[in-house]
């Protein structure tokens, strides 16, 4: 099936130690997004990727990149993770601004 | 975007029809009403969206009051896979952005 797959599912990283979680599709939508998720919280976009275009949300803190190198696959990047970035990190994907969007399982990361 | 109010928790027996409520009394008129679910350690996941008619999918039915006001997600014979909070988006469906604003939501508790 057509699916959003993120890998890994857990990661746990130290604190201060870069750490790149992954997210490949096969659903060939032009949009893919970046969400962080806090315990007990909603998920907050950090930022997207329209086609090749980046499109940083305006409180994502500087720590967060994101890479895009095709279609299929997007990098979420976390130069120096601190506490308080443990959290589940979602891929989604669209077509173009379709309110509908498409979510991974999610990466739990852990920082000690 | 319009802004949503949900019960914070809501109880359904096995079985049973789950009526779930959302409030948006400052919804425009080219906003619609979207619902996502989310169980517990997955990604969120797309139900159903409509306008102003009612809708129905193979998953839920979607009442939208004449006024446009308030909603009800229905799931006519809820299980136990269906326990998961469920979250009530107002939005227009394009060139306003691209982040899902998933409010706090209602943690649905389905119990044999």
């Known amino acids: 099936d057509a699916m959003v797959i993120q890998n890994p599912r857990y990661q746990v990283t130290q604190f201060g130690k870069p750490v790149t979680l992954s997210c490949s599709q096969t659903?060939?939508?032009?949009?893919m997004y970046w969400y962080q998720q806090k315990s007990s919280q909603a998920p907050k976009l950090l930022f997207h990727?329209?086609?090749?275009?980046?499109?940083n949300e305006a409180d994502t803190p500087d720590n967060f990149q994101s890479r895009r190198p095709n279609t299929s696959f997007c990098f979420l990047d976390i130069r120096s993770p601190g506490l308080g970035d443990a959290a589940m990190y979602l891929c989604?994907?669209?077509?173009?601004?379709?309110?509908?969007?498409?979510f991974g399982a999610g990466t739990r990361l852990s920082v000690l | 975007d319009a802004k949503t109010t949900q019960p914070t928790s809501m109880d359904c027996a096995e079985g049973r029809a789950a009526n779930l409520p959302c409030n948006h009394s400052t919804i425009s008129g080219n906003e619609y009403v979207y619902w996502y679910r989310q169980i517990h350690s997955q990604g969120p996941q797309y139900i159903i969206h409509g306008l102003k008619n009612n809708e129905t999918n193979e998953m839920a039915s979607l009442i939208i009051t004449e006024d446009r006001k308030s909603s009800t997600l229905i799931l006519p014979h809820a299980t136990l896979r269906d326990t998961a909070v469920y979250y009530c988006i107002v939005r227009v469906n394009s060139n306003s952005g691209y982040a899902l604003n998933f409010g706090k939501g209602t943690s649905l508790l389905v119990t044999p």
């Open positions: 989604a994907t669209s077509i173009d601004q379709e309110r509908i969007q498409y």
């Open positions: 990727y329209y086609d090749k275009d980046f499109n």
């Open positions: 659903l060939n939508h032009n949009v």
